[in-house]
T-cell receptor, first 112, second 112 residues
Framework: DTGVSQDPRHKITKRGQNVTFRCDPISEHNRLYWYRQTLGQGPEFLTYFQNEAQLEKSRLLSDRFSAERPKGSFSTLEIQRTEQGDSAMYLC??????????FGPGTRLTVT | GENVEQHPSTLSVQEGDSAVIKCTYSDSASNYFPWYKQELGKGPQLIIDIRSNVGEKKDQRIAVTLNKTAKHFSLHITETQPEDSAVYFCAASDRGAQKLVFGQGTRLTINP
């Protein structure tokens, strides 16, 4: 399967803990996006990389959130000091120079 | 920034009938409009897209129309089948086909 992969698929954590998610894009795609989706809503943009450069961050991405794409391949999204409001599905998508964004299966985060 | 409104929020049709979902957008600079299908527990799947230099695009039972003047676009599914049951999201690109701004979603149910 050469689609976008995300790990883990599910994460349950206690409030105040740190969590890290990984995204592996489609191999020839140089653009990588993170979105957050809460129940019953459409995905909301968080941040975007072109190769290893982080080009845009949403105001939704507070200081507790950080994303990296160190070698322009996989990306990680870290949430520090998790809060119950962080519970959501975190989606990763990738694209080439064309417009189409292809999504991974997501990581469902539950903060207890 | 861009704002996308999607209607209806739920839609129930008989198998074999057609389904239409409508979206409006606010930013006249938006130039790319994809549609995604999301099944329970999965990431959004790109099913069709249209760019602003085209008024209509068709792929088998699925078609999308775009009215740039009115800033609205629609998804048409003909000869619906039970496997078409899912949540459908429209989206619009904001500032150069980077981040996508999504509508709120339509839960489509196909009744056998």
């Amino acid at each position: 399967d050469t689609g976008v992969s995300q790990d883990p698929r599910h994460k349950i954590t206690k409030r105040g803990q740190n969590v890290t998610f990984r995204c592996d894009p489609i191999s020839e795609h140089n653009r990588l996006y993170w979105y957050r989706q809460t129940l019953g809503q459409g995905p909301e943009f968080l941040t975007y990389f072109q190769n290893e450069a982080q080009l845009e961050k949403s105001r939704l991405l507070s200081d507790r959130f950080s994303a990296e794409r160190p070698k322009g391949s996989f990306s990680t999204l870290e949430i520090q000091r998790t809060e119950q409001g962080d519970s959501a599905m975190y989606l990763c998508a990738s694209s080439s120079i064309s417009y189409e964004q292809y999504f991974g299966p997501g990581t469902r985060l539950t903060v207890t | 920034g861009e704002n996308v409104e999607q209607h209806p929020s739920t839609l129930s049709v008989q198998e074999g009938d057609s389904a239409v979902i409508k979206c409006t957008y606010s930013d006249s600079a938006s130039n790319y409009f994809p549609w995604y299908k999301q099944e329970l527990g999965k990431g959004p799947q790109l099913i069709i897209d249209i760019r602003s230099n085209v008024g209509e695009k068709k792929d088998q039972r699925i078609a999308v129309t775009l009215n740039k003047t009115a800033k609205h676009f629609s998804l048409h599914i003909t000869e619906t089948q039970p496997e078409d049951s899912a949540v459908y999201f429209c989206a619009a690109s904001d500032r150069g086909a980077q981040k996508l701004v999504f509508g709120q979603g339509t839960r489509l149910t196909i009744n056998p």
